[in-house]
């Protein structure tokens, strides 16, 4: 049977840009239905941008609060099963709260939460609610992230050694945020985005690839962190040595002043025997590398490729799968499992692969020991989660 | 106010691999609501996929003959306002015809009819039905390829010189169509094909880019075509030397035996002061090359492109789009022209562009004059319509 | 021990480009020793031009003529062993077929001559000569290209069944012959360069290229041969459809009016189970595409290459080699085989592996019938050498 | 008139990599003519390596010593001019000072000494000698790497922000110390390479560039420092945070166990209005990129490239130079200015663009700082010389 789950957001208004792409990418597989939402602090921004999205009016709310508040009182059939938060971040820990104490899921976008303190808080609820909770770490929905992850977990690498992450913007080469650029305005304002610009922006997504495609843990860092851009009040620019557990070492580079830089996260992963290369620029190749062979490239959509890549792709080989896929994977991947969920069924292997609340929490540790360093005389901190 | 349209679907059942790609470029930009369909010509088959996809069994009907019938029978404002063809080739004119003789508007996957002849009947039914066409030849749905186009048409590149388009591929290269592959075994039945193999599936594809970027048109044409599999009964390869009005010249490459590509869809073109390059497999980026300057790459959804592009992206720099996002780009476009005639507005230059009758007729004409090339000593043969 | 063979030069002088490649081809790997020449027509520029170069005015000639008749006044431990010959394509034979008859060997530039004719006249004479004769097709000479040639002799790919080579260029795109370009107003010029422009000046090349990879032999063309900028001599752009004995197929083209093009050969092959592609501009890359298995990348200098690809590199990989490195090992070649000759011994096949006279024989029947096909009613024309 | 200089080598017997490729590098552009050497310290070996380039026995000396000593007792016009140095670390010191103490020029290889001490002392010496001195600091004799300077010199790009250089290795994955590969053996030995392995074999020659490129200095220093293969006696793998004087950061990154990597050196700055890339695997583009227009790929040859890119190219544009032309165009400047002193001519600015000493020192200030700062706890280490 075709189950298709009823979504509602919080945030994404006229004007926003993720909201828009949390919804082409809930969209994209047919497994939600966008039923409501509070799509803006401010009631009748909320209310027309809902209605702009063709939405129930009387779904449209002026607050999360009342959200979950008029839900709450819908039959349990009619009510939103899935809560998308797309807010800046500090509104990220309350609605989450509340929406997984409603007993409804959660996917949120990161990173999860103001400090580190709400996450641990978090985890909790999430822990005590048996609810799903994905966090929209989108680069570990790419096909060829998951194969990285697969062939480095299969061994054929040998141990990991090295690995290399980079997360190249240029988009705050100015001070955009004395303008009138919304985007650049929350990200670079410490109410709206934490301790954190570069880092909690960009420096997170980077962070977790490199655990996700190592299979590694970062034990300690080093960071130099900048404020780059005069009078910007957060910091748009970081280098960081990492240790990992076990022995291996690396290096994030994150930075949104890399003047004519996209968007072009790359890692590179070498182990004792070969090593790997992916960047979203060429997102279907994964760059294989062998000591004493010539280099291979693996593509999306081929029969060679793990179940978690193929899982993970909608067209044959030769089909470009770009972002809003990757996007759409997570989301697909959340509502295969809470379908099982509601079947009773064990949610496949390839389906709970998705970023969840441990992959939150140590995004929030990732951003603290960052700042931390970055401001400290010591070498080496670690990164503790307690 | 969000308009939705009321989409129907022929063909596309379990096992299609175009039928899934339609739905999902349909639904990315919330334009259209598939409501029903003739999934299979197999009734049994066509309710199972129709239920699959979560539509009401009513609406899954067992023929398209059955669709039409009983939609018509619904009142105007629940019935299909919008179809969808995704069979194979020999069920593409009728389908059509009747949907447009219902007031449908027509969403045709291509090569667009069996034969030119059919084809111009059908042009003739789409003028009189004043309802909207669409073709779906996706790749003129990139937005780097609509920039290509735009640069073309400003001058300033200089008068076309030179175009070389190719579309390689080697998923043909064995006798796929002895085993139970169903995408090519009809692929390779001029029953179901029509007189073409590779230059119908894939060499329109070609033809139709090439036209679309460089805004000539194609007068003459030396072909080559080739049946390289032993037992196949059409070609599976094809190389085209090209004229076209004006002067200007070319060659079309298109080929499914070139074992190892994937669909990596490729254009060359030169005027007198430059040239530009764009390719499938690094679909966000146009080469633009100069006499004495650096070649350029424009990169999709950046400020400096054209209205074109900008209207054909979703997301900022730096987050690919792929396939899908160009196939959507052809079904948003053509939403948006729909909702403006139901709106009584003109729509815009932007929205108009997507492939249609016309595009279709000169694809049918192509791929006559190709395979009679193929089998001429004439050196040259015109591509007339008439 | 170490051998030095005494190189003389008939063109070259200053202003010429060609003429200076050589010289530094020549000397890379100290096989020869230049002792002089007839670097122009021009007896004054011939010897400021030898001067200029450091060699001895006695030896620097104001014709070929007298280059042989003092040459030959030597002593023979004291003669020119190797005649580099430089000069635009109608003063190719004569001095050819001089230094052949003096005894000495000859390393020609290409197009060999200025008619077939010719060049049957001068293969008789390299025959009864038993002199060795290297014509410089540079492309060849890169180790990459040799790997290609081994991978498609080895069988891996199966049979061949496809070759599609190209020769892009733009530097023609402007009259250039009217200002005061010399290149272009000899390549222009049908006294000096023979019937043909781009097709002798690079269609030989990319002509020599798929026989050489692919190790077939073309029988059949069907060209399309323009001269696209007005007021032009010669053929600047063309396009050819080629047939192989044995039943393959391909695609020829070269132009030199393609707007923003350097000098990007490329060549891609396919046979039954895989293909494979190289191009100039990554020039130490060769990619083996697979039917069903990751592309994989060779690379100069691996360990994996075969003996042609290590023998003609001087660096361990990732050093990268170019073009000049690519003509060096012809003459290092060819060199080594001399030497092999007056030592009694037999050259390596490696060695053996330089373009000679029979390439130069079937790139003069390429130029006649390209041209020949290009006026030509008549669809597909034999490439005979009779 | 043509001056060629008389050269000599010290190292590079046979069996040795780096001294052919001096020799190439040397006799490339025909301004040095090679007339002895103590290519070992093994009398035997040396004068066995000298006869097989075809030199005359009597100069192939059985040590440094003996080279200075004879070459002194030779009248001035036949004496050495010029001294290649390419033996391991631990002798480059003695025979440069005794070099230029007897008057003549000197090519050392990289890294400078065995210490910065040392280096210090050598300094003083040239200084002294009023000779010509160049350290092959290769990869500053790229065309595209002197463009990418002068780019950055000319001020388009706006102020430096951000320096990303890396130079990845993988060849010492495994102990190849522990079997018979000589380049790994003396390279880890300490007694040999000094304090440093992959540090000073290529870390220097990151640092080089980055400072080269940027036209910034290295103020301080964080630098995590690996010996990752087990047994190994010196670092095979460094990353290192950098601040550069006048406020830029950046992040060096140089490994030799980046399993299946060659040898691709790269390096990128970002300044506030735009930024470049480079890298040797693609050597002969350079790409610059812009905050709101399009990336440009400049090319080596073309003439829209500086004075100095265009000085160290000898071919049109499309005809790829690597790795042996960047290390002749070193050779052949320092060429440029020993003639141009002898003729009491001012060198030009393109000719003097050569690394010299003070690259030199400022190496080996790295090194020690580099290795200093990896077994140190202190966050940031000053690069001080003193």
């Known amino acids: ?204 997504h980077a962070f977790n690839l490199a655990e996700y495609v190592s299979g590694l843990t970062v034990s300690h860092m080093n960071a130099d962190i900048q404020t780059v851009v005069p009078g910007r009040r957060l910091d748009d620019d970081g280098s960081i040595l990492l240790r990992f557990k076990g022995g291996a070492s690396g290096v994030l580079m994150a930075t949104q002043i890399a003047a004519g830089e996209e968007n072009n996260v790359r890692i590179r992963v070498y182990g004792e025997k070969g090593g790997l290369e992916w960047q979203q620029n060429d997102a279907n190749t994964l760059q294989v590398k062998w000591l004493d062979r010539p280099t291979e490239l693996y593509r999306t959509a081929q029969a060679y490729t793990s179940s978690f890549a193929r899982h993970n792709t909608r067209t044959p080989g030769g089909h470009p799968e770009g972002y809003l896929e990757a996007f759409a994977n997570l989301y697909r991947n959340v509502a295969e499992c809470i379908v099982a969920d509601l079947e009773g069924r064990t949610p496949s292997p390839e389906s709970l692969d998705y970023p969840g609340i441990a992959e939150g929490v140590r995004g929030m540790a990732f951003i603290e020991t960052a700042i931390a360093s970055g401001r400290s005389d010591q070498k080496w901190i670690p990164l503790n989660i307690s």
Chains 1, 2, 3, 4 share one sequence.
């Open 1 to 204: 049977m075709h189950y298709k789950l009823r979504l509602g957001m919080i945030g994404g208004g006229q004007g926003a840009f993720i909201g828009a792409v949390h919804r082409i990418a809930a969209r994209m597989d047919d497994a939600y239905e966008l039923v409501g939402g509070a799509f803006s602090g401010d009631p009748e921004r909320s209310r027309a941008s809902g209605v702009a999205l063709g939405l129930d009016p009387a779904r449209c709310y002026g607050s999360y609060r009342e959200l979950f508040d008029k839900e709450m009182a819908l039959p349990e059939d009619r009510r939103m099963q899935v809560i998308s938060i797309v807010t800046p971040n500090h509104v990220h820990f309350e609605p989450a709260r509340l929406a997984l104490e409603c007993g409804m899921h959660v996917v949120l976008d990161k990173p999860m939460t103001f400090s580190l303190a709400e996450a641990l808080e978090l985890q909790k609820t999430v822990v005590a609610s048996g609810r799903r909770f994905c966090l929209t770490h989108t680069y570990t929905g790419y096909p060829m992230v998951k194969e990285a992850r697969s062939l480095v977990a299969s061994g054929v690498l040998g141990a990991v050694r090295k690995v290399y992450v980079e997360y190249p913007q240029g988009w705050l080469s100015k001070s955009e945020e004395s303008g009138n650029n919304k985007q650049a305005a929350w990200r670079t304002d410490p109410h709206q985005s934490g301790i954190a610009g570069a880092m909690g922006d960009i420096g997170t």
